[in-house]
Each structure stands twice: as structure tokens, then as C-alpha cells.
């Protein structure tokens, strides 16, 4: 099976077509054309397996001189484990003061990331 798709790791937006064959064990590559460079060879080669993503949003502050405080994963998680990542940091509160880079929730919902503050919030 043939699949194309765009690579977004810079502006040049190459058109980059994979070479895929169905094994016992899932889908594997077996060719990739088109990517200008080895970073985009290899995001492509993640892409079509299992894509992965960062995301960002915020939880609420108890005490502090702000209600939220931005967050973000420290790592890219499997696409299919965005909505359940995205239930668990909904449901946290935390104590002010919050500082940078630290540790909101490890782990959530069961993935190799943390969720990470990436805004100060002091003691009201
Ligand atoms: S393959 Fe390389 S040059 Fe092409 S869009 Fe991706 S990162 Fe940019």
C-alpha cells in the first residue's frame, strides 16, 4: 500500500510518499520518497505507524494570583491518547504557587509523559 502525506516539521511542506506492507505484526515501511531530510524521513516513518503529538492547555489554581496555569506534555503522546490525556488534566487543581516546568500529573492516563506547568502562579 502506498500512502502520501505532507511532512510539517518546516515550511518547505515536502510531499512525501511511504511504501507500506501489512505483516503479522502491524504495518511496516519499506520505502519513503520525497523527504528532503533525515528528521523528516524520520517523522514520516513515526507518522504512518503510530503518529504522536504534543498538547497544551491549562488547569485550574486554587490560591493563586491567577485562576490557570498553562501546561503542556513534556513529551509527544499516541494521537488515540489525546481525549483521555485531555479528562485527567480537566479534572486537576492544584495549590498555588505553581512554578515552571513543574510536575502537574506524571503519567496520565497511562502514557510516558508529564504533564508540565508552563506558567508561574503565585500565592495570592
Ligand atoms: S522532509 Fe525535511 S525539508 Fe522536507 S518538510 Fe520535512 S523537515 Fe522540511
Redesign the pocket.
Known sequence: MRKGLV?V??P???Y?EVELRETSSGPQVQEVTG???K??DKWVRQEVIQPLRTIASSVLVEGGNFALASVRTDAPIPLESISSVMEEIKRVRVKAPVNIGQVILANPAGTPCNIIATRAVERA
Request: proline share 0%.
Open positions: 511532512c516539521l518546516c518547505n511542506g515536502c512525501v523527504a528532503l531530510c528528521k523528516g
